[in-house]
């Protein structure tokens, strides 16, 4: 019997605000363990919530974003669990009511666009740290990150494959970012990921028992762990063992998922209305304002630039993956109107040097305007392709002028005709064995010729001159 | 009764109260008093009645995002029963 | 003569602002008062000297520079369930024993700046939850007029303090009689303001959606300055309301004359208790004198609210009392196995029998497959009282009944029935559940000697009106002036 695989992801994004969701302390990450806490986020007794304006308005964005519809009134729960990172072992959030609900988002699967639907959006509070100590029988508690807002994304079980999983995980994030509501880091913890996922018999209208798979740190992780679990799980079937609903965590190490057997698994949440907060009302005109003011979209975006730039669509789904490397590649073409050109240039060079993350560019000290006037100086021919990447590399350590780095270092490219025919008869006299078995029908060696003059030119040579000189000189040589 | 054994522990455990046995009898005996107490709820007709959560007819006001000074970190930790450098310190968390 | 301890507020402001008297011998007439009988009445927690007299001393600075306002210079305990920076708030229960609270709450803060002096924190009990003051962890509270009785519950000492000249006023904290109980068992005035007129930042919660803070004093005109401080928004309580408030001593000595008193059918036909029934009989008879009118009206589902209280306000502790845990502030067991042995034990040695009945209580009406049943089903009961109470007052201006089925009863007789403890409130929860303001008055005494409260309810906001009806009636009346033997 074929199964397939049924998975609901439960994305968790920490939002950008300077304040806390329901306090004054600062969100900044990375401080001494408990020195941004007040009596509110420490869950003092006594102390009560404020909610963060900024806090609704990214939610909000988000929501739009994705084609959700935005509850006019919705409702703030506590979702009650004992936890130590949770100081009022209750966390704010919200349950029947969540403020957005009923949208999409588009994914690229092999078999094109796919919309993965949204089941819900909704605000809550995020808990602080647990660090565990590695000799004693004891944890550390550091509340610096409770209270930090987030939203939790809730998708429709819609997704079939690991693949599929790790495309959504891709697409959101890079709406959050897009939004600047989320740094999208997934290793600070900033975007984190759960996974619901069952098996059923191809075919089959109702869904297989679930688990729901945790300690996911990465699209890789969230690919592995997926696919560990649908292969367990599908296995299982097939034995005839019966699937336990449960929780499991996924080991990095092993790239298997275990079973959370603790006591804390009888999870109870007895979810009401919070009495500290009143009912939360968003304003239809904040929604359309916000709506107004929405950027363009990852998906538009990548859409316009194939169709508006003529690139493949997966050089326009790269350059999309930030509003910033998108920025850079429209600026840099308004300057050399060479699309493909262009897009290659950032693919490969440009992100090698940031080293693939995006987040480097803003200090990335090749800016646009450089990047085109390397590109005019290839195009024009006065360096060739190979040189002008050393260039490259020194304009990116130094900050450096490409035709000042060309000129300073004697890079210019010999498009003399007189020069290079003088080169070319001396690497063809050199080599005359080689020129004879030329001759005599073995092509490839044309290759080893245009190599050796490039030598002799120490890279300076026009490639294109050389192809067409030696092209020349052989054909005169096959005339004796 | 109208609550058994096995409520009365699995309460106590998620509202983490360690009982001792003669304590969950009596406690038992007095929740079940209370609960047929609120049978009398049942009388009321209550279909097409909206719930209350509070008497305030007003939505949740919000607060600009703007950050205020925290605590200081002895402040933050002057009531901890137990603590390590800066961090509160509890009994080992098992995942 | 009346000793400096034995007056109220509005008469030693006069004394302060006139020079004839300062702060500094006011309170130490009140600590000397607290001194003499603190060991019969235990209406403490926490006496605070040192801090009184300092305050005491800036406020006669204040007077002198004469920025003094009504209540500066004035002696006030707090009910130790309210945050006093740098003071312990321990809501009676071991598991805060020792919790120091790190900031002030909104009302304390306009206690300081209105130059008040702090004399301490007062008895309750535990958590606020019970309705004798028996429930605290410090042991219980005695009634002043008899000390075999229990003073009422839960805010048992703001109300004993006041009525012994331990305290000129205090504040109380009302969930479902809190104040008014305790206010009618001692023979001083008390109100439950309006849910939302008074923050609740610093009130360490007992049932959110039901907690209010309010003030105890004497008579009308002291509890008419408390509202003028206390009452006011506070963009630290999302449930504040954002109002203007008047100035409630401008409804002080105002005529009633005209206005319509509602006597509720199913509050009287509760009364069995003969002192009680004659009490509201001659406080009738005073308000007719005044030239009040009566009618009779009908709460249909005030039978209900019992049982919906005991289902809404334990839910909701159950959630406010889970950060007691043993790993931030508080009481920590000392041994345990594990994390989560070490919550059950913490919790089990911190808190009383009570609280952790109304835990298990609200932990069973939330969790899964009750919630239906209990929580929503009393939040339903919940609309229809508050809706009974809106259409009472379509036909009056306030309601009148009383504030406990009986007088003060003895220390121990109920402590072990809960339903029966639990049945003393029948007539102030329903107040709480549609969030109105309340007020106890002192109504007479029993045939022995002890005190029975009348309760006014008014529509939302209308606290000015229960100023104006009590003072009226204070005007008429020495039940107020009376102070208990001891």
Same mark, same amino acid.
């Given at each position: 019997?074929?199964?397939?695989?049924?998975?609901?992801?439960?994305?968790?994004?920490? !939002?950008?605000?300077?304040?806390?969701?329901?306090?004054?302390?600062?969100? +900044?990450?990375?401080?001494?363990?408990?020195?941004?806490?007040?009596?509110?986020?420490?869950?003092?007794?006594?102390?009560?919530?404020?909610?963060?304006?900024?806090?609704?308005?990214?939610?909000? +964005?988000?929501?739009?974003?994705?084609?959700?519809?935005?509850?006019?009134?919705?409702?703030?729960?506590?979702?009650?669990?004992?936890?130590?990172? &949770?100081?009022?072992?209750?966390?704010?959030?919200?349950?029947?009511?969540?403020?957005?609900?009923?949208?999409?988002?588009?994914?690229?699967?092999?078999?094109?666009?796919?919309?993965?639907?949204?089941?819900?959006?909704?605000?809550?509070?995020?808990? $602080?740290?647990?660090?565990?100590?590695?000799?004693?029988?004891?944890?550390?508690?550091?509340?610096?990150?409770? $209270?930090?807002?987030?939203?939790?994304?809730?998708?429709?079980?819609?997704?079939?494959?690991?693949?599929?999983?790790?495309?959504?995980?891709?697409?959101?994030?890079?709406? !959050?970012?897009?939004?600047?509501?989320?740094?999208? #880091?997934?290793?600070?913890?900033?975007?984190?990921?759960?996974?619901?996922?069952?098996?059923?018999?191809?075919?089959?209208?109702?869904?297989?028992?679930?688990?729901?798979?945790?300690?996911?740190?990465?699209?890789? #992780?969230?690919?592995?762990?997926?696919?560990?679990?649908?292969?367990?799980?599908?296995?299982?079937?097939?034995?005839?063992?019966?699937?336990?609903?449960?929780?499991?965590?996924?080991?990095?190490?092993?790239?298997?998922?275990?079973?959370? +057997?603790?006591?804390?698994?009888?999870?109870?949440?007895?979810?009401?209305?919070?009495?500290?907060?009143?009912?939360? +009302?968003?304003?239809?005109?904040?929604?359309?304002?916000? $709506?107004?003011?929405?950027?363009?979209?990852?998906?538009?975006?990548?859409?316009?630039?194939?169709?508006?730039?003529?690139?493949?669509?997966?050089?326009?789904?790269?350059?999309?993956?930030?509003?910033?490397?998108?920025?850079?590649?429209?600026?840099?073409?308004? !300057?050399?109107?060479?699309?493909?050109?262009?897009?290659?240039?950032?693919?490969?060079?440009?992100?090698?040097?940031?080293?693939?993350?995006?987040?480097?560019?803003?200090?990335?000290?090749?800016?646009?305007?450089?990047?085109?006037?390397? &590109?005019?100086?290839?195009?024009?021919?006065?360096?060739?392709?190979?040189?002008?990447?050393?260039?490259?590399?020194?304009?990116?350590?130094?900050? $450096?002028?490409?035709?000042?780095?060309?000129?300073?270092?004697? !890079?210019?490219?010999?498009?003399?005709?007189?020069?290079?025919?003088?080169?070319?008869?001396?690497?063809?006299?050199?080599?005359?064995?080689?020129?004879?078995?030329?001759?005599?029908?073995?092509?490839?060696?044309?290759?080893?010729?245009?190599?050796?003059?490039?030598?002799?030119?120490?890279?300076?040579?026009?490639?294109?001159?050389? #192809?067409?000189?030696?092209?020349?000189?052989?054909?005169?040589?096959?005339?004796? | 009764?109208?609550?058994?054994?096995?409520?009365?522990?699995?309460?106590?455990?998620?509202?983490?109260?360690?009982?001792?046995?003669?304590?969950?009898?009596?406690?038992?005996?007095?929740?079940?008093?209370?609960?047929?107490?609120?049978?009398?709820?049942?009388?009321?007709?209550?279909?097409?009645?909206?719930?209350?959560?509070?008497?305030?007819?007003?939505?949740?006001?919000?607060?600009?995002?703007?950050?205020?000074?925290?605590?200081?970190?002895?402040?933050?930790?002057?009531?901890?029963?137990?603590?390590?450098?800066?961090?509160?310190?509890?009994?080992?968390?098992?995942? | 003569?009346?000793?400096?301890?034995?007056?109220?507020?509005?008469?030693?402001?006069?004394?302060?602002?006139?020079?004839?008297?300062?702060?500094?011998?006011?309170?130490?007439?009140?600590?000397?008062?607290?001194?003499?009988?603190?060991?019969?009445?235990?209406?403490?927690?926490?006496?605070?000297?040192?801090?009184?007299?300092?305050?005491?001393?800036?406020?006669?600075?204040?007077?002198?520079?004469?920025?003094?306002?009504?209540?500066?210079?004035?002696?006030?305990?707090?009910?130790?369930?309210?945050?006093?920076?740098?003071?312990?708030?321990?809501?009676?229960?071991?598991?805060?024993?020792?919790?120091?609270?790190?900031?002030?709450?909104?009302?304390?803060?306009?206690?300081? @700046?209105?130059?008040?002096?702090?004399?301490?924190?007062?008895?309750?009990?535990?958590?606020?939850?019970?309705?004798?003051?028996?429930?605290?962890?410090?042991?219980?509270?005695?009634?002043?007029?008899?000390?075999?009785?229990?003073?009422?519950?839960?805010?048992?000492?703001?109300?004993?303090?006041?009525?012994?000249?331990?305290?000129?006023?205090?504040?109380?904290?009302?969930?479902?009689?809190?104040?008014?109980?305790?206010?009618?068992?001692?023979?001083?005035?008390?109100?439950?303001?309006?849910?939302?007129?008074?923050?609740?930042?610093?009130?360490?919660?007992?049932?959110?959606?039901?907690?209010?803070?309010?003030?105890?004093?004497?008579?009308?005109?002291?509890?008419?300055?408390?509202?003028?401080?206390?009452?006011?928004? @506070?963009?630290?309580?999302?449930?504040?309301?954002?109002?203007?408030?008047? @100035?409630?001593?401008?409804?002080?000595?105002?005529?009633?004359?005209?206005?319509?008193?509602?006597?509720?059918?199913?509050?009287?036909?509760?009364?069995?208790?003969?002192?009680?029934?004659?009490?509201?009989? @001659?406080?009738?008879?005073?308000?007719?004198?005044?030239?009040?009118?009566?009618?009779?009206?009908?709460?249909?589902?005030?039978?209900?609210?019992?049982?919906?209280?005991?289902?809404?306000?334990?839910?909701?502790?159950?959630?406010?009392?889970?950060?007691?845990?043993?790993?931030?502030?508080?009481?920590?067991?000392?041994?345990?196995?594990?994390?989560?042995?070490?919550?059950? %034990?913490?919790?089990?040695?911190?808190?009383?029998?009570?609280?952790?009945?109304?835990?298990?209580?609200?932990?069973?009406?939330?969790?899964?497959?009750?919630?239906?049943?209990?929580?929503?089903?009393?939040?339903?009961? %919940?609309?229809?009282?508050?809706?009974?109470?809106?259409?009472?007052?379509?036909?009056?201006?306030?309601?009148?009944?009383?504030?406990?089925?009986?007088?003060?009863?003895?220390?121990?007789?109920?402590?072990?029935?809960?339903?029966?403890?639990?049945?003393?409130?029948?007539?102030?929860?329903?107040?709480?559940?549609?969030?109105?303001?309340?007020?106890?008055?002192?109504?007479?005494?029993?045939?022995?000697?002890?005190?029975?409260?009348?309760?006014?309810?008014?529509?939302?906001?209308?606290?000015?009106?229960?100023?104006?009806?009590?003072?009226?009636?204070?005007?008429?009346?020495?039940?107020?002036?009376?102070?208990?033997?001891?």
């Amino acid at each position: 019997m074929e199964y397939e695989a049924v998975i609901g992801l439960e994305v968790h994004a920490q !939002l950008l605000t300077d304040s806390k969701a329901f306090c004054s302390c600062t969100t +900044r990450f990375g401080a001494e363990p408990n020195s941004n806490t007040c009596p509110i986020c420490q869950g003092m007794p006594g102390t009560l919530p404020v909610l963060n304006r900024k806090a609704l308005e990214y939610t909000v +964005r988000m929501a739009l974003a994705c084609n959700c519809t935005i509850n006019e009134i919705s409702r703030f729960a506590r979702k009650n669990y004992y936890y130590p990172d &949770l100081p009022k072992n209750y966390q704010i959030s919200q349950y029947e009511l969540p403020v957005a609900e009923h949208g999409w988002v588009e994914i690229e699967t092999a078999e094109g666009v796919r919309r993965i639907g949204l089941t819900r959006i909704h605000m809550e509070e995020d808990a $602080g740290k647990l660090i565990h100590d590695e000799d004693r029988p004891v944890s550390y508690v550091d509340l610096n990150r409770t $209270g930090v807002p987030l939203i939790e994304i809730v998708s429709e079980p819609e997704i079939r494959t690991p693949e599929e999983a790790a495309e959504y995980l891709r697409a959101l994030r890079a709406i !959050l970012v897009y939004l600047d509501v989320c740094d999208g #880091n997934m290793q600070e913890g900033s975007f984190r990921c759960d996974a619901n996922v069952s098996v059923r018999p191809v075919g089959q209208k109702s869904l297989g028992v679930k688990t729901e798979v945790k300690n996911m740190n990465s699209f890789r #992780n969230v690919q592995r762990a997926l696919q560990y679990e649908i292969d367990r799980q599908t296995e299982a079937l097939r034995n005839g063992e019966p699937i336990v609903q449960e929780t499991r965590l996924f080991d990095p190490t092993t790239g298997t998922t275990a079973s959370m +057997r603790s006591k804390e698994q009888a999870h109870d949440y007895r979810y009401f209305p919070d009495p500290d907060l009143l009912p939360l +009302r968003v304003d239809p005109e904040l929604v359309e304002r916000i $709506g107004r003011d929405l950027p363009e979209l990852p998906s538009e975006k990548k859409r316009r630039f194939v169709e508006q730039f003529g690139i493949p669509p997966y050089d326009a789904a790269v350059l999309t993956a930030s509003r910033e490397l998108a920025a850079y590649f429209e600026r840099t073409l308004e !300057l050399f109107p060479k699309p493909k050109a262009v897009s290659n240039w950032i693919m490969t060079e440009l992100m090698r040097q940031l080293k693939g993350e995006e987040a480097g560019l803003a200090s990335c000290a090749v800016k646009p305007e450089q990047l085109a006037d390397l &590109l005019k100086l290839i195009d024009a021919g006065t360096i060739s392709g190979k040189i002008a990447k050393a260039v490259f590399e020194e304009m990116c350590s130094t900050g $450096g002028d490409p035709a000042e780095i060309i000129n300073r270092k004697g !890079l210019v490219q010999i498009s003399d005709s007189e020069a290079l025919t003088e080169l070319v008869r001396k690497v063809l006299d050199d080599n005359r064995g080689e020129v004879e078995k030329y001759l005599a029908g073995k092509d490839k060696l044309f290759g080893f010729f245009v190599g050796q003059v490039m030598k002799a030119s120490k890279g300076k040579a026009n490639p294109q001159l050389v #192809n067409d000189l030696l092209v020349q000189e052989l054909r005169a040589r096959s005339r004796f | 009764m109208k609550i058994t054994d096995k409520e009365v522990d699995y309460v106590a455990l998620l509202g983490r109260l360690h009982l001792e046995p003669e304590e969950k009898t009596k406690y038992r005996a007095q929740l079940d008093d209370i609960l047929k107490y609120m049978d009398k709820l049942g009388e009321v007709p209550t279909d097409h009645v909206e719930p209350m959560a509070g008497t305030v007819e007003l939505y949740t006001p919000m607060r600009e995002d703007v950050v205020r000074p925290s605590l200081s970190i002895e402040e933050a930790l002057s009531n901890a029963p137990a603590r390590t450098g800066t961090s509160f310190r509890v009994p080992k968390v098992i995942e | 003569m009346l000793e400096l301890y034995e007056k109220t507020a509005i008469e030693l402001g006069e004394l302060l602002r006139t020079r004839q008297v300062a702060s500094v011998e006011v309170t130490r007439s009140m600590l000397a008062r607290i001194e003499a009988t603190e060991e019969k009445l235990h209406s403490f927690v926490t006496v605070t000297p040192e801090l009184a007299l300092e305050m005491a001393a800036e406020a006669d600075r204040r007077i002198s520079a004469g920025t003094a306002g009504p209540l500066t210079g004035i002696p006030i305990a707090i009910k130790d369930n309210m945050c006093v920076k740098g003071l312990r708030a321990s809501c009676a229960s071991r598991i805060l024993a020792n919790f120091v609270a790190p900031y002030d709450a909104t009302v304390v803060r306009r206690i300081r @700046d209105a130059g008040m002096v702090i004399l301490g924190t007062t008895n309750m009990d535990e958590f606020a939850m019970g309705s004798s003051t028996e429930t605290s962890y410090w042991g219980p509270t005695r009634n002043p007029w008899h000390l075999d009785m229990i003073p009422g519950g839960s805010s048992g000492g703001s109300a004993a303090s006041v009525a012994a000249g331990q305290a000129v006023v205090s504040l109380g904290s009302d969930t479902g009689g809190s104040i008014r109980l305790p206010a009618s068992f001692c023979s001083v005035t008390g109100i439950k303001p309006t849910y939302g007129s008074v923050s609740r930042y610093g009130l360490v919660a007992y049932a959110s959606s039901l907690d209010q803070i309010g003030p105890i004093a004497r008579d009308a005109t002291d509890l008419a300055l408390m509202l003028n401080l206390l009452c006011g928004h @506070d963009p630290m309580d999302s449930t504040s309301v954002p109002m203007e408030h008047p @100035d409630f001593t401008s409804f002080l000595g105002k005529p009633i004359k005209g206005m319509t008193l509602g006597l509720p059918r199913e509050f009287y036909s509760h009364l069995d208790d003969p002192d009680v029934s004659r009490v509201m009989a @001659d406080a009738r008879k005073v308000f007719e004198g005044l030239g009040v009118s009566f009618v009779e009206l009908s709460l249909p589902h005030l039978d209900y609210g019992i049982a919906a209280y005991y289902i809404i306000a334990p839910s909701e502790a159950s959630s406010n009392l889970a950060r007691y845990d043993g790993v931030k502030y508080g009481h920590r067991a000392e041994n345990f196995d594990g994390m989560i042995d070490m919550y059950c %034990r913490t919790r089990a040695e911190g808190f009383g029998a009570e609280v952790k009945r109304r835990i298990m209580l609200g932990t069973y009406a939330l969790s899964s497959g009750y919630y239906d049943a209990y929580y929503l089903k009393a939040a339903k009961i %919940r609309t229809l009282i508050t809706e009974d109470f809106k259409s009472a007052f379509q036909t009056c201006d306030a309601i009148l009944c009383p504030v406990a089925p009986t007088p003060p009863f003895k220390i121990g007789e109920k402590i072990d029935d809960p339903i029966q403890m639990y049945l003393t409130d029948v007539f102030t929860i329903p107040v709480n559940m549609a969030g109105l303001p309340g007020m106890s008055i002192p109504g007479g005494f029993s045939s022995t000697g002890l005190p029975v409260g009348l309760q006014l309810i008014a529509p939302h906001f209308a606290e000015s009106r229960l100023v104006q009806l009590a003072s009226a009636f204070q005007a008429e009346t020495d039940h107020h002036l009376k102070r208990p033997p001891l």
